[in-house]
């Protein structure tokens, strides 16, 4: 369906048809008043192009943006939570689910540009988070740790290809390694706050330790509260005292913890590109259908 409120984004919207009617009446009655009509015509435009310009979403998909830090939260080793200000207090970033914003820091005279998911949601007004991961080497993490609270970041978006519409599949499995939970976050978010979306979700969460599972409680909170979402854990070099699953996720693990291959079921996958490139042949050998199975 075709979204209504972004008309009220262009500054003519509804303004040809009341200018035709005053034009025409200051017409008819009297030309003499014509320089008030327009006068009056020129405020009204101006207010209405203002508060248009005022409602424009902060972010554009091909003009580079800066945007303000106002907060950074480390949540797990080398991780951190950035908040970047919107242009109002009452903005919400409006992003299709599942998708991304392309950040860009210049680093020695070139343009390095990296993808990070929002990890914020339809309710969070005036600020948008990002999760991201940092790299020693890493070109644009390393720049975006030294980046203090009041500088600005480029950001341009959105960005993604997933279309996700609730009914798309009966059920969703959900496989994530380290920082690829923060689009698959966007989509449970999506359909547990939707009343109408009954889509059963599986997620698989791998990671290298225990330490590094990101949002650990806001999703067991998620899987208590929602009995159409489970999730199961997996790490890689696990403390003695671990009752997960051990070692990468395994064809094992997906027979037993995402949904039964069927073309009313899809799988969505998310993590580091070794990580993808194995689970998308694994799942092809299964029997899963290359439709049926999304990569971010
Ligand atoms: C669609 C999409 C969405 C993404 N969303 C997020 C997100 O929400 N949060 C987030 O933190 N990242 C996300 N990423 C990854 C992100 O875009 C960058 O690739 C990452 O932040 C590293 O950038 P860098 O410039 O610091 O590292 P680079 O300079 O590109 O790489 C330096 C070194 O860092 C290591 N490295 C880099 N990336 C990875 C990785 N993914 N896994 C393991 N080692 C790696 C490697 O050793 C590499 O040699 C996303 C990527 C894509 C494609």
């Known amino acids: 369906m075709e979204d209504k409120r972004k008309l009220l984004d262009q500054p003519l919207h509804g303004i040809y048809i009341p200018i035709a009617l005053i034009l025409f009446g200051t017409w008819i009655f009297s030309w003499s008043y014509m320089p008030y009509s327009i006068a009056f015509i020129a405020i009204v435009f101006s207010f209405r192009y203002y508060e248009a310009m005022k409602r424009r979403s902060s972010i554009d998909k091909n003009i580079w943006r ?120 966007q989509v449970i978010t999506r359909v547990i706050t939707d009343l109408e979306d009954d889509t059963k979700l599986k997620l698989i969460y791998g990671n290298e330790t225990e330490r590094d599972i990101l949002l650990k409680n806001e999703i067991d909170e998620i899987a208590a509260k929602y009995p159409n979402f489970d999730v199961h854990y997996t790490v890689t070099h696990p403390e003695p005292s671990w009752t997960g699953s051990k070692g990468y996720v395994t064809r094992e693990m997906i027979e037993q913890y995402a949904p039964q291959i069927s073309d009313d079921n899809m799988l969505f996958i998310c993590g580091p590109p070794e990580m993808k490139r194995s689970l998308f042949a694994i799942t092809q050998e299964m029997g899963w259908k290359k439709e049926n199975i999304f990569c971010f």
Do not use: W
């Open 66 to 185: 800066d945007f303000e830090l106002m907060d950074k939260t480390l949540i797990a080793p080398m991780t951190s939570i950035y908040r970047f200000k919107l242009n109002r207090e009452d903005e919400i970033l409006d992003i299709p689910t599942g998708h991304h914003l392309a950040c860009c820091f210049i680093v020695d005279g070139k343009d390095e540009i990296r993808f990070y998911s929002p990890i914020s949601n339809q309710f969070d007004a005036g600020f948008f988070d990002i999760l991201v991961k940092h790299y020693e080497r890493g070109k644009v993490t390393r720049r975006l740790a030294q980046v203090q609270v009041g500088q600005t970041v480029k950001f341009r978006g959105t960005v993604g290809t997933l279309n996700y519409s609730p009914g798309m599949a009966k059920e969703i499995g959900l496989i994530a390694g380290g920082t690829g939970i923060t689009p698959i976050l």
